[in-house]
Nanobody
C-alpha cells in the first residue's frame, strides 16, 4: 500500500526549532514533488512549502518564509521541513503530500498521496 509517513513533530517553546521528515512506503518519493501543509485548531488547511523533484524549486508561504527551509535527501528518500524561530501560531498538524505536477507559486497541485500528519505544538 502506498503511503507517506511524517515524523519529527512535538512540543517546543517559542523560538525553538524542529525538523519534520517525510518518507514514502510503496512508491518512489523521488518521482514526486512534495508539499508540506498544516491545519491549525479551527483553521483551514494551508500550504506551507513545496519542493520539486530535483530540489531546485521551492515555495514558502509568507507566514514561514525566512524561518522554514525544505530539502530532500535522495539517498535517504526523505524530504525534510526545517522549522526555526517557531511561533505559537505555527501550532498545527503538519502533513506531507506527493504530487506529479505542482504550481510552485502556490503549491497547488494534484496530491495523490498524503501522510497521516504529525502534531507540532509551540507553547511555553
Amino acid at each position: 500500500q502506498s503511503q507517506l509517513v511524517e515524523s519529527g513533530g512535538g512540543l517546543v517553546q517559542p523560538g525553538g526549532s524542529l525538523r519534520l521528515s517525510c518518507v514514502a512506503a510503496g512508491f518512489s518519493l523521488e518521482d514526486y514533488s512534495i508539499g508540506w501543509f498544516r491545519q491549525g485548531p479551527g483553521k483551514e488547511r494551508e500550504a506551507v512549502s513545496c519542493i520539486s523533484t530535483s530540489g531546485g524549486r521551492a515555495y514558502f508561504a509568507d507566514s514561514v518564509r525566512g524561518r522554514f527551509t525544505v530539502s530532500r535527501d535522495t539517498a535517504k528518500r526523505t524530504v525534510y521541513l526545517r522549522m526555526n524561530s517557531l511561533k505559537p501560531e505555527d501550532t498545527a498538524v503538519y502533513y506531507c503530500a506527493a504530487a506529479s505536477i505542482v504550481d510552485y507559486s502556490t503549491c497547488d497541485g494534484l496530491y495523490g498521496h498524503w501522510g497521516q500528519g504529525t502534531q507540532v505544538t509551540v507553547s511555553s
